[in-house]
């Protein structure tokens, strides 16, 4: 897994797993977007909430300011969201969702 940074051109900074580099685009797997919290930590959130994260997603070198090695911190941290992530999606695909009630179906849907 090539875990990389891409500067937009728009400065949103994401980072994800490097799919395929073509001339004209890149595809990306499982991209976050780095936000800044309240106590002025970054945390890693998804970037795109309604696209099947198994499906590489195109983004077009001329829309990339910068694509480089991301740091093994946040490495780490973007396979710990990866992990996360895969488990809650198995666990979405495991359950019957009609048998919940409304905090059952809540737990089940954040991924911790």
């Known amino acids: 897994m090539a875990v990389k940074t891409f500067k ?6 994401v980072i994800a797993e490097l799919h395929n580099d073509e001339s004209e685009y890149v595809e990306i797997l499982r991209p ?3 936000v800044e919290t309240e106590a002025g930590n970054v945390s890693l959130v998804p970037w795109l909430f309604s696209v ?3 499906s590489p997603i195109r983004l077009d070198h001329e829309k990339i300011f910068l694509i480089a090695d991301a740091n093994s ?4 941290a973007y ?3 990866d992990r996360s992530l895969k488990m809650y ?6 359950v019957p969702l009609d ?3 409304d ?3 809540e737990e089940l849907i954040t991924i911790h």
Request: aromatic share 6%.
């Open 8 to 13: 937009l051109i728009t400065g949103e900074e």
């Open 32 to 34: 976050v977007a780095l």
């Open 52 to 54: 099947d994260i198994e």
């Open 73 to 76: 911190a946040f490495i780490e």
């Open 79 to 81: 396979q710990q969201y």
């Open 89 to 94: 999606q198995e666990n979405l695909e495991s």
């Open 99 to 101: 048998d919940l009630d």
């Open 103 to 105: 905090e059952e179906l």
